[in-house]
Every structure is written in structure tokens, then in C-alpha cells.
Antibody, heavy 119, light 110 residues
Framework: EVQLVESGGGLEKPGGSLRLSCSASGFTLSNAWMNWVRQAPGKGLEWVGLIKSKGDGGTIDYAAPVKGRFTISRDESKNTLYLQMDGLKTEDTAMYYC??????????WGQGTLVTVSS | QSALTQPPSASGSPGQSVTIPCTGTSSDVGGYNYVSWYQQHPGKAPKVMISEVNKRPSGVPDRFSGSKSGNTAFLTVSGLQPEDEADYYCSSYAGRNIYLFGAGTTVTVL
């Protein structure tokens, strides 16, 4: 059974950094296309970025609002996905979900981890 | 990279049908068959209801259906039930490894 568990959220000041983790089980992370999706309080879903499977080259891409500030990576030995968030802004406040992508959709989601950026 | 366009709300009585449009461009919805729809209840993670325009994942009731015409995709919920009251989001691949979501539609069962 595919399971995704996010952690690492919390309160951080503007300009600060946080690293989110997404622990995966039931499949091999490096063989999957993985995404980060966020949802600001009371707002809609926003795609953050993706990392392709190792077999598809491991390409990483980001949405324009986070490009240059956020970094997606994975640790194969821990079967864990990461989202390093630097230069945090108040508008980055959101619930962050990791998802396992299949054929252009997101059938598997974690429970989310809440990031609050405030002074 | 603009969000896909959805109406903020839709409603119907139990047993009726409701159709939610999701409008994009020829670079996203119109250009790829990677349109998916998600249901989200308050405080819960989203759940995929439709993938690849019109494919229904295992376990999703057959009263949910998807379609596409040009740059607009549609989610239809037939035979509305109280548990269908939720927020619904569309998503589309937009090329160059980019994905877009719609702003969401709140469905109310009257």
C-alpha cells in the first residue's frame, strides 16, 4: 500500500529556511514521479514542483513563484523526498502536500504539513 | 503560468446533475489529455476523481464523469448525493514539466 507522510513544517520568519520531508512506503521513490503541491489557508491548490523518476532522468522543475528559492531532492537510502525552502516569504504560508504522480494525475497524497511564515 | 479557470460555486438538489467547467488554453487543457479532477472535503487531502480527462480510478462512483472540448474540460456529477458536497479542483499538464490547478469550485447540495 502506497503511503506518504510529510513532516518538517512549522513557524519560520520571512527570509528563513525550512526543510520538509516526505517519507514514502509501499513503493520505491526513485522509480516514481513525485510532486509537491501547496494550499494556502482558505485558498486553492497550487503546484510547487516535481522530480521525475531516475529512469526518466530525474529532471526537476518548479513553479515560477518558488523557482530559485525551493529545491526538491530525494534520498534513495531513506526512500524520502525533500523540499528545501529558502528565502521564505509570507505568501509561502500553506499546507504542503507531497504526491505520487501517475499518468499526469496525483492519485496518492500525504496528509500534509503546515508551514507558517510570519514575523 | 495562469491558473485554470473554474466557477467559484455550483449547486444542485439531491439526484440532480451538476457540471463544472475548467477552462485553460491550447498550451495546457487543449494541448494534452492529462486533465484530472480532485475532490476535497474540509480538513482532508484531495482525492483524485478523474484522470486523463475521463478515466475513473477504482473506487470512484460512476456518477462522476469527465470530458473535454477544445480548451475546456468538464466534470459532471450525476445523481448528486449529500456526500458530494465538497471543493473540486481541475488540473492539467501545461508542457515543459509544469502543472496547473484551477482555483476550485465549491459544490453545494441543496
Amino acid at each position: 500500500e502506497v503511503q506518504l507522510v510529510e513532516s518538517g513544517g512549522g513557524l519560520e520568519k520571512p527570509g528563513g529556511s525550512l526543510r520538509l520531508s516526505c517519507s514514502a512506503s509501499g513503493f520505491t521513490l526513485s522509480n516514481a514521479w513525485m510532486n509537491w503541491v501547496r494550499q494556502a489557508p482558505g485558498k486553492g491548490l497550487e503546484w510547487v514542483g516535481l522530480i521525475k523518476s531516475k529512469g526518466d532522468g530525474g529532471t526537476i522543475d518548479y513553479a515560477a513563484p518558488v523557482k530559485g528559492r525551493f529545491t526538491i531532492s530525494r534520498d534513495e537510502s531513506k526512500n524520502t523526498l525533500y523540499l528545501q525552502m529558502d528565502g521564505l516569504k509570507t505568501e509561502d504560508t500553506a499546507m504542503y502536500y507531497c504526491t505520487k504522480e501517475e499518468s499526469g494525475s496525483h492519485p496518492y497524497w500525504g496528509q500534509g504539513t503546515l508551514v507558517t511564515v510570519s514575523s | 503560468q495562469s491558473a485554470l479557470t473554474q466557477p467559484p460555486s455550483a449547486s444542485g438538489s439531491p439526484g440532480q446533475s451538476v457540471t463544472i467547467p475548467c477552462t485553460g488554453t491550447s498550451s495546457d487543457v487543449g494541448g494534452y489529455n492529462y486533465v484530472s479532477w480532485y475532490q476535497q472535503h474540509p480538513g482532508k487531502a484531495p482525492k483524485v476523481m478523474i484522470s486523463e480527462v475521463n478515466k475513473r480510478p477504482s473506487g470512484v462512483p460512476d456518477r462522476f464523469s469527465g470530458s473535454k472540448s477544445g480548451n475546456t474540460a468538464f466534470l459532471t456529477v450525476s445523481g448528486l448525493q449529500p456526500e458530494d458536497e465538497a471543493d473540486y479542483y481541475c488540473s492539467s499538464y501545461a508542457g515543459r514539466n509544469i502543472y496547473l490547478f484551477g482555483a476550485g469550485t465549491t459544490v453545494t447540495v441543496l
